[in-house]
């Protein structure tokens, strides 16, 4: 009975395998590409790669721009609003423990990363994103992550970060004062925003 059992579990994980791979392989292909490699590939390389290695990093950049905004945003925002799969995580470790490698687990940190990555590289050209990302800022999960987001995002973000001001979570406080002062055109605007947040004691 147990040899029987096993022999089920082996085929229901192929089985699940394959399933798998299928799905991965059909949200590759509804990704935008550049030089034959997905969008996710080239934000893996961007958050990955250290500062230091200027080449690689500037080729990512590159691919990003050359896919541009208006295709990378509606993946962007699935990015940064991911979430642990229990499915994922379960089937990753299934996958390992059998030696199976064609299925990769990306955490939901990894994702977001690449997000806050595509953020950066697109810059102000991600302003249409601006208000799906500050409805995150209410969000306790995300709040974080779409500050990050908002930060990079540059003047057509000035508002959001001012709501950030007051933010539930001190680190979204925290980042948003010094974000502003680089979209804040008035020093003396930007103090009186400012004000409040010194007597904040995290």
């Not at 590939?41 to 500037?58: G, Y």
């Not at 299934?94 to 950066?120: C, N, P, V, Y």
């Not at 930060?151 to 959001?160: C, D, I, L, Q």
């Amino acid at each position: 009975m147990t040899s029987t059992l096993k022999k089920w579990r082996g085929r229901w994980l192929i089985v699940l395998g394959v399933l798998a791979v299928g799905a991965i392989l059909m949200l590759s292909a509804r990704e935008p590409n550049y030089r034959g490699r997905t969008l996710s590939s080239w934000l893996q390389q961007c958050s990955d790669t250290p500062l230091m290695e200027t080449q690689r990093l500037a080729e990512a950049q590159a691919a990003v721009q050359a896919i541009g905004a208006e295709q990378a945003l509606p993946q962007l925002l699935r990015s940064i609003k991911a979430k642990e799969s229990p499915a994922g995580v379960w089937l990753a470790a299934k996958t390992e423990k059998l030696g199976i490698r064609f299925f990769r687990h990306r955490s939901a940190l990894d994702k977001q990363l690449q997000g806050i990555a595509g953020f950066e590289v697109l810059g102000t050209n991600t302003a249409p994103a601006v208000t799906e990302s500050m409805a995150l800022l209410n969000d306790k999960e995300f709040s974080f992550v779409a500050a990050r987001c908002l930060e990079h995002v540059g003047k057509p973000a000035e508002s959001a970060l001012c709501q950030g001001l007051t933010n539930q979570n001190w680190q979204v406080r925290h980042l948003s004062v010094p974000a502003l002062a680089s979209v804040t055109d008035d020093v003396e605007v930007y103090l009186a925003r400012i004000k409040e947040r010194l007597r904040d004691a995290e």
